[in-house]
């Protein structure tokens, strides 16, 4: 258990819809960072938060957005929803801005 | 941009076999450089970095080194159990302000008892 906790563990939704993924980063761990792995684009880089403020973006939809809460916890939303936005999706966190980053066991999210 | 390519597999051997799984990286500078493992149905575990040319990671019985002048940072295990079928990533991360990671495409182990 790496202690970085998501939820929900999987979700299912329609095309054009919006939901919200929630990850808890570990005690004391002020970055956090998502990232998104599908079959075609493998694991890749969405978008860093740290102590509250957006760090970099990477290969980020502008369809999705995200933020990172006074208490640590950050949200991943994906809006208007495309069949090709089904993937597993992981939250990292770490200390600071040092690179060992502890995953979470990710929201797979599957859009009909 | 900074890449990470590895052997895809999927690879699969008898238990007690050797493995190795070959990283090659393209970046400009130094980046750290890790091994991360999936097993099924779970998240990403790191099993090793390191940081430096030269340095070795090891953990579990798994080995690599970080070999600047051939850029690569393969990983080794002499003698692998049923236990550590699972996915192996490749990946590498600060060269910039933000550590993100870059992932490799992932090999896929399964050892045969």
């Known amino acids: 258990d790496s202690g970085v906790t998501q939820t929900p563990k999987h979700l299912i939704t329609a095309t054009g819809q919006r939901v919200t993924l929630r990850c808890s980063p570990r005690?004391?761990?002020?970055?956090v960072y998502w990232y998104q792995q599908s079959l075609d684009q493998g694991l890749q880089f969405l978008i860093q938060?740290?102590?509250?403020?957006?760090?970099a973006k990477g290969n980020i939809l502008e369809r999705f957005s995200a933020q990172q809460f006074p208490d640590l916890h950050s949200e991943l939303n994906l809006s208007s929803l495309e069949l090709g936005d089904s993937a597993l999706y992981f939250c990292?966190?770490?200390?600071?801005?040092?690179?060992?980053?502890?995953f979470g066991p990710g929201t797979r999210l599957t859009v009909l | 941009g900074d890449s990470v390519t590895q052997m895809e597999g999927p690879v699969t051997l008898s238990e007690e076999a050797f493995l190795t799984i070959n990283c090659t990286y393209t970046?400009?500078?130094?980046?750290?450089l890790f091994w991360y493992v999936q097993y099924p149905g779970e998240g990403l575990q790191l099993l090793l970095k390191?940081?430096?040319?030269?340095d070795k990671g090891s953990n579990k019985g798994f080995e690599a080194t970080y070999r600047k002048e051939t850029t690569s940072f393969h990983l080794e295990k002499g003698s692998v159990q049923v236990s550590d079928s699972a996915v192996y990533f490749c990946?590498?991360?600060?060269?910039?302000?933000?550590?993100?990671?870059?992932f490799g495409a992932g090999t896929t182990v399964t050892v045969r008892a």
């Open positions: 970046a400009t500078g130094y980046p750290s």
């Open positions: 390191a940081t430096k040319a030269d």
């Open positions: 990292a966190s770490s200390v600071t801005d040092n690179n060992e980053q502890f």
């Open positions: 938060y740290y102590n509250g403020e957006e760090r």
């Open positions: 005690s004391g761990d002020l970055s």
């Open positions: 990946a590498l991360s600060g060269l910039s302000n933000d550590y993100k990671l870059s």
